[in-house]
């Protein structure tokens, strides 16, 4: 066995005994340029491997200096594969006398969610069903196809145009969802598959980067809830969620009115997020990062899109079509994807395992034939949380399993009625925005 590592790791050479590491010396490797993580007990410098990370490098610094262990499981289909990439990194392991965990986690709970993990694998719950994504494409087509034809058929008047909107704002939904399974590689057991059919999906079908949204919503997944590592929740200065609210109070930030911001949340929430942030956010990701192939694929969206239409509208009524679907759409988005979030815990590091950390931030909606359909199976975010690589059509199966070891540990399972869900995003926006009056008002 090797001795206590020094602090500056170097790759393990073939052969020679590993060096050990304490978690003293592994917690300082977090800083920019000078990452460490620890996988499976072993010890990896990314520093310099992080840029050429495939989900970015901000995602595996995310767990700069933790145990990655249930990440890099959570993440990754082929482990065979990805580990070849992991071995020329690899500069020592943890002593035996030190925990796999740093800090005060709970090691029950981290090897019952791991023997849970396997006993699902063992069920085959990651495999999924072609039939079942296939019929998904095939909606999503032919409501597209229904749209143009209401038009072409019955003219470009009020009424065609009107359902021909909602239902281009379904298929935009239905896309969002089939586009982040493929994402999460949970539809090919090849990740480059899943990946070229994501492109198509994100980019034919909705005209946005496939490589944009991975970015931001693997940040989400690796640290849901946590200030600057989830994308979704570093909304401020405009609105405050969970502890940024005391601390814009104490600090007597004012840039908005905050005690109403569960009201012009209305203005500015739903309806502009796809329209507007997205929009924006997508074009200029694609142009500095050079992600010239899916500014194609985005391109040839608007290309079908205004080619199909302006013959039937114009361009000024093509263009009112264009609006009136991102904006429908924009608001089943934030719906749907912040009723599981925006009302749980939302704060900073707690360095939390695995399974705590998921928890912490996701809760359930009841589910039903049409709201597993209408939200793309999100209603189900504990068990995607905890499984991203699992696909959708399994998350009613393993759902008894995962609230059995909830229960066992003492650990909140939360499933909501939906209108419920959808209430509490407004209570957790107006309470936030009460707490930073308070805190304002007495500081």
């Known amino acids: 066995m090797g001795g206590v590592g020094e602090p500056g790791g170097r790759p393990a050479q073939l052969g020679a005994p590993l060096p050990t590491f304490r978690w003293e010396q592994i917690r300082p490797h977090n800083l920019p340029g000078d990452k460490w993580l620890v996988i499976e007990r072993r010890v990896y410098d990314i520093s310099r ?90 909606h999503i087509l032919a409501m597209e196809v229904l749209a143009w034809l209401l038009i072409y058929l019955l003219g470009p008047g009020w009424l065609p145009s009107t359902l021909a909107a909602f239902i281009l704002a379904i298929s935009q939904a239905q896309s969002w969802c089939l586009q982040h399974d493929l994402g999460h590689t949970s539809i090919f057991r090849k990740s480059w598959w899943n990946h070229v059919a994501q492109q198509f ?61 569960h009201l012009y949340f209305f203005l500015i929430g739903p309806p502009l997020l796809t329209l ?69 815990e939302i704060g900073h590091e707690k360095h939390r395992d695995w399974a705590s950390s998921q928890l912490a931030a996701t809760c359930n909606v009841e589910p039903s034939l049409f709201i597993d359909w209408f939200s793309g199976h999100l209603n189900f975010q504990i068990e995607h949380h905890l499984f991203p690589t699992m696909p959708r059509h399994n998350y009613r199966r393993v759902a008894p399993l995962v609230k059995a070891l909830c229960a066992k540990h003492g650990l909140s399972y939360e499933v909501k009625p939906l209108l419920t869900a959808l209430v509490d995003i407004i209570r957790s926006l107006k309470k936030s925005g009460n707490m930073w009056l308070e805190a304002y008002l007495h500081q």
């Open 49 to 138: 491997w992080a840029q050429r990370h495939p989900g970015g490098s901000r995602l595996i610094g995310h767990h700069g200096a933790e145990d990655a262990t249930d990440a890099f499981h959570a993440f990754h289909q082929d482990l065979s594969f990805v580990r070849k990439f992991l071995q020329p990194l690899l500069i020592g392991k943890l002593a035996p006398e030190e925990p796999s965990q740093d800090g005060p986690q709970n090691v029950q709970l981290v090897e019952d969610f791991r023997a849970l993990r396997q006993a699902v694998e063992d069920m085959k719950l990651f495999e999924a069903d072609p039939a079942f994504f296939a019929l998904l494409l095939g």
């Open 201 to 261: 999906v994100m980019g034919q079908l909705k005209g946005f980067s496939a490589h944009w949204w991975n970015f931001r919503h693997f940040q989400h997944h690796a640290k849901p809830n946590i200030f600057h590592k989830d994308p979704d929740v570093t909304v401020a200065p405009v609105f405050l969620l969970g502890e940024s609210s005391v601390e814009y109070g104490q600090k007597k930030r004012r840039y908005l009115p905050y005690n109403h911001q």
């Open 276 to 344: 507007v942030n997205f929009e924006v956010e997508n074009l200029a990701y694609m142009l500095v990062c050079m992600q010239w192939t899916d500014l194609l694929w985005a391109a040839s969206f608007y290309v079908r899109f205004f080619l199909s239409y302006i013959p039937l509208y114009g361009i000024p009524g093509a263009l009112l079509l264009f609006v009136a679907v991102r904006v429908l759409e924009s608001h089943w988005f934030v719906w749907i994807t912040q009723m599981n979030h925006i009302p749980k």
